[in-house]
Structures are given as C-alpha cells and as structure tokens.
T-cell receptor, first 115, second 113 residues
Framework: GAGVSQSPSNKVTEKGKDVELRCDPI?????LYWYRQSLGQGLEFLIY????????KSGLPSDRFSAERTGGSVSTLTIQRTQQEDSAVYLC?????????????FGPGTRLLVL | AQSVTQPDIHITVSEGASLELRCNYS??????LFWYVQSPGQGLQLLLK??????LVQGIKGFEAEFKRSQSSFNLRKPSVHWSDAAEYFC???????????FGRGTSLIVHP
C-alpha cells in the first residue's frame, strides 16, 4: 500500500516569503506528526494531530509556524515570513492511533532552503 | 519526562566488521524503545522495537537490539556490516503516557570498504 507522501520534495524560497508543505499520511492513520531536522541535528518535534485536532503543538518554534489537518487526512504546515534559520528538512510521520508503542511511518521529507 | 542519549555522533567501521550503536534512555517505567534508520535523502524506517517480552529483539536487515533495564540501555548490534548499512540511526523512546516519542540526536554510520 501507499506510504506517507510529502510535497514538494524540495523548496527554495526567498527570505520573507510564505511556504506551504503538504503531507499525505497512510490511509486510516489517525495520528500525524511533523518534525524538523536541521543539518547535523536530530528530530525536533513540531506538532501532533489526532484526527483534525492538534492536542500538542508545543514544538512550533514561533507564531510564524502553523499547521492544519483536514478530513482526518492531509496536513499542511505553513511557514510565514520565512527566515534563513527555517532552512531544514521537514518530516511528516503517521501512526495508527498514536499510542506509545506504535511504529511511526515517515515520509521522505521536504527540503526547505531559505535564501 | 523521557529522554534519549546517543553518545556517539559518528561511528566508522570496516565492511564485514561487527557494529554496536549505543542508546541510553531515561524513563521511570518500562519504556517503548525503537531504532530507526535514515538513508541519505530518505525518511526514517523502523528497524526494530521493544515494548515487552523477550529483551533481545530481532529486526530487519540483520539488526538486533537488547533491552537492559539495569543499564537503561537499548544498544543496536549487527554481526557483519555491509556498505549499504551506511546511514543515520536514531534511537527513540515512547511511553504509555505520551503520544509523542522522544528521539535521540542520531548516530551517523560510515562504512569503509
């Protein structure tokens, strides 16, 4: 079956522009996660969705970052007024229900470069 | 709060040599423990996980890991490394009380021919 997909694969933007990153989770997975991976760094948690609700958005670094999920499926991460420090790989993952012992299934990521 | 430490940022081994990647965790109860692998330009893929039962866990690609409660460790091993194993390896810990796993910073494995 289809895995987690993300688009675009790569995004180059100018400082100050807004960007939207898309994630299509595995069908039927109610839990969806966004992470950020900077060069040489581990995974930084950004936000967790359960269905269309975001019970934990504690990892969003600033109010320039927002995310939504619709239909219990597709999620969009939006970064407004991008800064150079936003350059990173943004990873999306989904799991069946979000329980602690479940495997997370990751997409290939979106590589964002802010010039 | 749960935490994970991967003490080694980089590990270099020769092809055919054995491998052990270290992972230490901090959590009050029995944790759920995971090892993921990330090949260049890819997302993370599960290698193996532990949440109960036999403390020696077998995974894909010939990897295994052993949960040692007394040492708060979950080290990843492979008896003979192949060049295709060169990748970034992440240890993660989850719990029954949280939907958010905690990932270590990762260990980069370099394989010399």
């Amino acid at each position: 079956g289809a895995g987690v997909s993300q688009s675009p694969s790569n995004k180059v933007t100018e400082k100050g522009k807004d960007v939207e990153l898309r994630c299509d989770p595995i069908s039927g997975h109610t839990a969806l996660y966004w992470y950020r991976q900077s060069l040489g760094q581990g995974l930084e948690f950004l936000i967790y969705f359960q269905g269309n609700s975001a019970p934990d958005k504690s990892g969003l670094p600033s109010d320039r970052f927002s995310a939504e999920r619709t239909g219990g499926s597709v999620s969009t991460l939006t970064i407004q007024r991008t800064q150079q420090e936003d350059s990173a790989v943004y990873l999306c993952a989904s799991s069946t229900t979000g329980m602690g012992q479940e495997t997370q299934y990751f997409g290939p990521g979106t590589r964002l470069l802010v010039l | 709060a749960q935490s994970v430490t991967q003490p080694d940022i980089h590990i270099t081994v020769s092809e055919g040599a054995s491998l052990e990647l270290r992972c230490n965790y901090s959590y009050g109860a029995t944790p759920y423990l995971f090892w993921y692998v990330q090949s260049p330009g890819q997302g993370l893929q599960l290698l193996l996980k532990y949440f109960s039962g036999d403390t020696l866990v077998q995974g894909i690609k010939g990897f295994e890991a052993e949960f040692k409660r007394s040492q708060s460790s979950f080290n990843l091993r492979k008896p003979s490394v192949h060049w295709s194993d060169a990748a970034e390896y992440f240890c993660a810990v989850g719990s029954g009380g949280s939907y958010i796993p905690t990932f270590g910073r990762g260990t980069s494995l370099i394989v010399h021919p």
